[in-house]
């Protein structure tokens, strides 16, 4: 007898059975039957639903057989009663499913006052994050033309200039060091500048944030970079044909207002940046009373009150109040303008004064409708189906109704096009226009762009600091807490008939402004049409304008 040898060590991990070949068919089987209904593709005729079963003979029968989609149903027999199902499957069985109303219950910013500034609040604990927005009212249009280059470059000046007691680089370490993002940016009637912030650096980013608004430093270099930059934007211009038509269209109908305002080289010139003027900007601009506040993001308000209070102590109250906002006087009369450039394709820019500013009223929702049927809806628009799908004149056609809250805005469309067929398309433009100001649109034409806009309605409320944001700027513009809800309500309202009353009375064909921007040569052959259009004239980039003289 033999002595027994060392047992052999057998590893804990066995290799999983692999399933004998008839199960692994059975079972690749089961899982096509169950996408085949999903799709609504079979039919079960046997006590089976989901799968293949094997006959008493133990060969595979099949349980399947192709059906129409649209009657495909559950034949199998319930369990309970005996009696046939009758469920829906497939296509069927989705159509079938039934939800509740859909409900729209966005979170509101909470609104608060503070040493006489309006705060608004909002908590959202989803990230370690908070958002800080400042809100400046005071801009370009409410000081005299001198000051227009020092007003537009302020946020950059604020940004990029240091502190009293930093440099720039200084505080750009700084920014890095504590993680920090800044955003500065301006506009006609004020400016904005906003703070993102880890919650744990909140209070030293508070402290950069409040130096850098309150005693900016200033530096000679940056602004003279800034101003270098605009002086090239200037020699630019011309480059950008599209940039340069839409600025002097402004030009012509705005005249001498901030909104027909055009940069030149004189308004860059340095003596317009002395330190005393920027220190005198800031005085007139940068205090308390032109503020609004916005708070965002993982903060409770009862965190957020004592240090919106210690960064508000920090702002000096205003000594005066801002320069009235003028009206402007627009073009009402028409024309054709020409801007000469060797161009191989025209920019055309054609309208006249809108009637409608940003109100509650049934003409301002209608406007909004129409503006979107007529070439604010894209591929879809009158102006695109036949100016580019149906013409073929250009790649993009679109409409303008511009609505600002204190005076009346611009209505009209613009296009770009090769330049032999420069006059057709100011003409196409012009018909399209004038169908539309006399046949009322369709019901589907209406339905979609009401569908547009409220389908719209949910991005509003993407994020805390989206909120937050939108309610400062309506509070900034005048308009009231519940203007989303109200401006939804007056679209949904639009019918065919009022965007027909609407159009009927403030789109008129024959009154439009017309600017071409191109090479006269390319259209030479149709100028006596544009002649019969309005008053033809030759402007030039200088703003002055002349009669045309073939």
């Known amino acids: 007898m033999t002595a027994p040898g060392p047992a052999r060590h057998r590893s804990p991990i066995r290799r999983p059975v692999r399933p004998r070949a008839p199960v692994r068919r059975a079972r690749q089987l089961f899982s096509l039957g169950r996408f085949l209904l999903l799709m609504g593709t079979v039919a079960v005729t046997g006590s089976c639903a989901t799968g293949p079963v094997h006959s008493s003979e133990g060969e595979m029968a099949a349980t399947t057989t192709a059906t129409d989609t649209t009657t495909a149903t559950d034949t199998s027999t319930d369990t309970i009663s005996g009696e046939p199902a009758g469920r829906p499957i497939g296509r069927d069985a989705v159509h079938a499913l039934t939800y509740p109303p859909l409900e729209l219950d966005p979170p509101e910013a909470s609104e608060h006052e503070i040493l ?44 990029n200039g240091g502190t009293e007691t930093l440099p720039p680089d200084s505080v750009d370490r700084r920014l890095d060091l ?8 301006s506009g006609g009637t004020g400016s904005y500048a906003s703070l993102n912030s880890l919650r744990s650096t909140l209070d030293e ?7 850098i608004l309150t005693r900016p430093g200033f530096d000679t270099e940056a602004v003279e970079i800034w101003r270098g930059q605009e002086l090239e934007r200037v020699r630019r211009r011309a ?35 002395s330190t005393e003027r920027l220190h005198d900007l800031r005085d007139r601009i940068l205090c308390r ?33 801002l320069p009235e906002l003028p009206l402007p006087e627009l073009r009402r009369t028409g024309g054709v303008y020409i801007l000469p450039r060797e161009l191989d394709q025209s920019t055309i820019v054609m309208a006249q004064p809108g009637g409608i500013r940003q109100e509650d009223t049934p003409d301002y929702f209608a406007s909004r409708v129409a503006n979107l049927i007529l070439g604010g809806g894209g591929f879809s628009s009158r102006l695109m189906a036949r100016v580019r799908t149906e013409e073929g004149l250009a790649y993009g056609a679109s409409s303008l109704w511009t609505t600002p809250i204190r005076y009346e805005g611009l209505v009209g469309a613009v296009t770009a096009t090769r330049s032999d067929r420069t006059v057709d398309a100011v003409e196409l433009l012009l018909e399209i226009l004038q169908e539309f100001r006399t046949e009322a649109p369709s019901q ?3 339905s979609r762009a009401v569908e547009q806009i409220s389908n719209g309605h949910v991005f509003a409320f993407q994020s805390a600091r989206q909120i937050v944001a ?3 700027g309506d509070l900034a513009q005048g308009l009231p807490e519940d203007w989303l809800e109200r401006y939804l309500e007056g679209v949904m309202a639009v019918d065919p008939g009022d965007v027909l009353r609407v159009t009927a009375r403030h789109i008129d064909p024959e009154s439009m402004t017309i600017l071409v921007l191109g090479d006269p040569e390319g259209f030479a052959h149709a100028l006596p049409r544009l002649e019969t259009l309005g008053p033809l004239y030759r402007l030039s980039s200088d703003g002055s304008v002349e009669p045309w003289e073939s």
């Open 178 to 185: 504590l993680a920090l993002q800044l955003g500065f940016g």
């Open 444 to 446: 589907d034409e209406v």
């Open 289 to 321: 009373d032109r503020l609004i506040i916005g708070v965002a993001g993982d903060l409770t308000w009862e965190e957020a009150q004592p240090r919106i209070r210690d960064f508000l102590a920090a702002w000096p109250e205003c000594q005066d109040d």
């Open 116 to 159: 006489g500034v309006p705060v608004y609040h909002l908590h959202d604990p989803a990230l370690p994050l908070v958002d800080v927005f400042v809100q400046i009212e005071g801009g370009v249009s409410h000081f005299p033309r001198e000051v227009m280059a020092p007003v537009t470059g302020l946020p950059s000046f604020l940004r």
């Open 239 to 273: 480059d950008n044909p599209s940039g340069l038509a839409y600025e002097e269209f402004n030009r012509l109908m705005f005249g001498d207002h901030p909104v027909g305002w055009v940069m030149q080289e004189e308004d860059l010139a340095p003596d317009r940046f």
């Open 205 to 211: 980013g508070l402290e950069l944030f409040g130096q």
């Open 470 to 472: 939108r309610r400062m």
